[in-house]
């Protein structure tokens, strides 16, 4: 009986201390909170959908290799598959804010922690006469909610324009082209929140 006993704690510690399920694991929660299925995943990497569900259920191991193609595929860093924060709060200081390449006369900032898992938040300053670029764009399909905080601004949702002012919100699919520009005489501020994450 106490063999028993003694296999059965030794058994639960290297489940505890196994880096495959752990990776695994987590790989699955950043998967799934950008609501993308295995097949996205292997198409992006080049894996097949059999090693990336071997490796979700911890059945099998990784190479360097296949962890930053997966890695990338979630943009993501690799050591983030190795983080599971377990739900805890995870506090970005303003300091630490990444700022963002963004269009003309503007400065976009990401809010959100990284590892992305289920919303993404930035918030941008647009000065007269600057935009989000020339040409409008699309990301993933998202729901997408563009709060102005302060100021004008222009936002282009495919073929209508609609003047935003302080406080206005407006919700749309990021899969539909979209532009911001500022036509007034003074810095706008605007929010972004996106759900799931595909900026």
Same mark, same amino acid.
């Given at each position: 009986?106490a063999?028993?006993?003694?296999?059965?704690?030794?058994?639960?510690?290297?489940?505890?201390?196994d880096?495959?399920?752990?990776?695994?694991?987590?790989?699955?929660?950043?998967?799934?909170?950008?609501r993308?299925?295995?097949?996205?995943?292997a198409?992006?990497?080049?894996?097949?959908?059999s090693?990336?569900?071997?490796l979700?259920?911890?059945?099998?191991?990784?190479?360097?290799?296949?962890l930053?193609?997966?890695a990338?595929?979630?943009?993501?860093?690799?050591?983030?598959?190795?983080?599971d924060?377990?739900?805890?709060?995870?506090?970005?200081h303003k300091?630490?804010?990444?700022?963002?390449?963004? @269009?003309?006369?503007?400065?976009?900032?990401?809010?959100?922690?990284?590892?992305?898992?289920?919303?993404?938040?930035?918030?941008?300053?647009?000065?007269? @006469?600057?935009?989000?670029?020339?040409?409008?764009?699309?990301?993933?399909?998202?729901?997408?909610?563009?709060?102005?905080?302060?100021?004008?601004?222009?936002?282009?949702?495919?073929?209508?324009?609609?003047?935003?002012?302080?406080?206005?919100?407006?919700?749309?699919?990021?899969?539909?082209?979209?532009?911001?520009s500022?036509? @007034?005489?003074?810095?706008?501020e605007?929010?972004?929140?996106?759900?799931?994450?595909?900026?």
């Amino acid at each position: 009986m106490a063999l028993k006993s003694t296999e059965a704690a030794r058994s639960s510690n290297d489940t505890k201390a196994d880096p495959t399920s752990a990776v695994g694991r987590r790989m699955r929660e950043l998967r799934e909170g950008r609501r993308l299925r295995l097949r996205d995943i292997a198409d992006r990497t080049g894996l097949s959908e059999s090693f990336l569900s071997q490796l979700e259920r911890g059945r099998t191991n990784a190479s360097v290799a296949s962890l930053l193609k997966i890695a990338e595929a979630l943009d993501i860093t690799v050591a983030d598959l190795f983080d599971d924060q377990g739900g805890r709060p995870r506090v970005l200081h303003k300091f630490e804010r990444p700022m963002i390449s963004f @269009g003309t006369a503007a400065q976009k900032y990401m809010l959100t922690p990284r590892p992305l898992e289920n919303l993404e938040v930035f918030t941008a300053t647009i000065g007269p @006469g600057g935009s989000s670029g020339d040409e409008a764009y699309t990301h993933g399909d998202s729901e997408e909610l563009f709060l102005v905080i302060s100021g004008e601004l222009d936002l282009e949702l495919g073929d209508n324009v609609h003047r935003m002012h302080t406080g206005d919100s407006i919700c749309y699919r990021s899969s539909v082209k979209h532009r911001v520009s500022n036509p @007034g005489s003074e810095e706008a501020e605007a929010m972004w929140i996106i759900s799931p994450p595909s900026y």
